[in-house]
């Protein structure tokens, strides 16, 4: 797929995710954190992730190869646009917006924690296993960070600093597999 391929996916979910929670007058949670009692959580995400890296140098992810040739084949800005914009902005907001606000509804937490982070983790099936029960837990960290703070603003900003990270770092598993 080219650029303009992921971009215009990543929009179109974008739109299907705000157009179905208008349509259902869902809680997206676009206000202003709460920070009390998030903090923990945010700590908890931070070393999460932090653990992530010191297995990535043991157990290196093998990512779908073609995927991570024409990532690195885009120049700096268009990686930046699909990976820390585009990209974290649809996953939040259906995974921690749209999907977390129905079944918190309907089920309650446990249910808008694990449901979505299950799912978002089963979108990244070209990685290794070990990595994506990795990504199932940390969007349960996230979960639990929108629900506390009420907002999907922490969430989208982790995700958003955690995938710079991994785009700008020349040891990340990007540049091991391209």
């Known amino acids: 797929m080219t650029f303009a391929d992921w971009l215009i996916n990543d929009l179109v979910f974008i739109a299907i995710a705000l157009l179905w929670a208008a349509a259902a007058k869902l809680d997206l949670g676009f206000r202003a954190p709460a920070w009390r009692g998030v903090w923990p959580w945010v700590a908890l995400y931070v070393a999460w992730y932090a653990a992530e890296w010191v297995v990535f140098a043991l157990l290196p992810v093998a990512e779908d190869p073609e995927w991570v040739t024409e990532l690195l084949g885009l120049p700096l800005a268009g990686q930046l646009i699909l990976t820390v914009v585009s990209g974290p902005i649809f996953e939040e907001l259906l995974f921690r917006g749209a999907?977390?606000?129905a079944l918190l509804r309907r089920w309650g937490i446990q249910a808008?924690?694990?449901?979505?982070?299950v799912l978002w983790a089963l979108m990244h099936v070209g990685y290794e296993a070990w990595f994506i029960f990795s990504i199932a837990g940390s969007?349960?960290?996230?979960a639990i960070i929108r629900w506390k703070s009420g907002s999907l603003w922490p969430p989208l900003a982790l995700h958003v600093m955690g995938n710079l990270v991994v785009t700008l770092d020349p040891y990340?598993?990007?540049?091991?597999?391209?």
């Open 172 to 178: 990340s598993w990007f540049a091991a597999t391209g």
């Open 112 to 117: 808008a924690a694990i449901a979505p982070s």
């Open 99 to 101: 999907m977390f606000s």
């Open 139 to 142: 969007g349960v960290v996230l």
